[in-house]
């Protein structure tokens, strides 16, 4: 079927992103699901500094591609081999297919999957697959998804099944942001009652973290970022106190548990000389590859303080996603609040310039139904 995609041809295209145009929305073919596949119309899309990471040119990814991975959708056809999902169904997208046989799937989402991470990389679905093309030309998928289209086919490990009354802005986000900065707090961070939680970086994925946090009503939660406007907006969610980073260090504010959600070296320095004795740093933000950061290994040493990774929130998806969907039907974790834009589908690359200047919580494409 002929559909609407926005391809990358280019990394590392210059800034401003509404001039150079680096994602191009073409007409390309999209494959029928193959075995074990289904196909989705898209209704929402959101930006994430994991989109913004391969056209800036920090996560080298094979081009031309179709980007995009944190998407809702309508299910329009299931493969053979897909049973638990129907025609009309609503899923949300994740950007780690999980093939729940290796050993990484073993750990109860500590470990990504290896599969699922060696397709990704390859530009792939799983299995090897592909299903986009222009002409002759075969096009990349980006983590299985490639969800900035007004279609996609993807593997049934990269969704998972939401009720349709749930908003598809709200079904897209939980599957990339609520998923990554929740888990960060839920599944890495683990605070207990009466413990502090500080989120350094209050992108998409902090903000869910702080929202997170704020639900559990475990004790004080606190908003590190260096935008004014973030901070402020962390107050109104519900943040007990927010600093810049450097009043941070001048004050020498400390908490139980840190959330890293920048992807910075220098947010990871922050985050760890936050960190409380016994405290514990988890570090969830998607540095460049050659980032490099300088912290005192006495620090972890003589005061028992650990540094945790924590990849895609240490998530379950089929597990995690009805949690965090639980919680915003009880009123608790007001998903909604993420959202800082809604954007038409030519609007694209100014929403990559919002998010470059670090000025956007969460873009989010709306397609029309």
């Known amino acids: 079927m002929k559909i609407t995609a926005a391809v990358l041809e280019k990394i590392g295209l210059p800034r401003p992103y509404a001039e150079s145009h680096p994602l191009r929305l073409q007409e390309v073919e999209l ?78 989402g500590k470990l990504p999957c290896g599969p699922g991470s060696r397709s990704n990389d390859a530009g792939l679905l799983p299995g090897d697959a592909r299903r986009l093309h222009r002409g002759e030309e075969e096009l990349f998928h980006h983590l299985g998804v490639s969800g900035f289209a007004t279609h996609a086919v993807v593997n049934r490990q990269s969704v998972v099944p939401v009720d349709n009354d749930v908003p598809p802005e709200i079904a897209a986000v939980v599957g990339c942001a609520v998923l990554t900065g929740g888990g960060a707090v839920i599944n890495a961070g683990r605070p207990s009652d009466g413990d502090t939680v500080l989120i350094v970086g209050l992108g998409g994925v902090g903000m869910a973290a702080l929202l997170t946090a704020v639900s559990l009503e475990k004790g004080p939660v606190i908003g590190v970022d260096a935008n004014p406007q973030k901070l402020a907006r962390a107050v109104e969610l519900g943040a007990s106190a927010v600093y810049s980073p450097e009043e941070l260090a001048e004050q020498g504010v400390t908490a139980a548990v840190v959330i890293e959600a920048a992807g910075h070296p220098r947010a990871f320095e922050t985050a760890v000389a936050a960190t409380a004795p016994g405290g514990v740093t988890v570090t969830v933000g998607l540095p460049s590859p050659d980032a490099r950061s300088t912290i005192a290994p006495l620090g972890l040493t003589a005061q028992a303080r650990t540094i945790v990774g924590s990849y895609l929130g240490s998530a379950v998806p089929a597990r995690d996603i009805p949690v965090y969907l639980g919680l915003w039907r009880e009123g608790k974790l007001p998903i909604e609040e993420l959202i800082s834009q809604r954007i038409g589908f030519e609007q694209i690359n100014e929403g990559l310039d919002e998010l470059a200047e670090g000025r956007a919580v969460r873009q989010v494409v709306l397609f029309d139904d």
């Open 31 to 108: 494959a029928d699901p193959g075995p074990g596949e289904l196909l989705i119309r898209v209704r929402a899309a959101g930006l994430c500094h994991s989109d913004l990471s391969v056209v800036d040119g920090n996560r080298v990814r094979p081009t031309p591609m179709v980007l995009g991975h944190e998407a809702s959708g309508i299910v329009e056809a299931v493969g053979e081999g897909v049973t638990d999902i129907a025609v009309g169904d609503q899923v949300t997208t994740v950007f780690l297919p999980r093939c729940e046989e290796c050993d990484q799937c073993a750990t109860d």
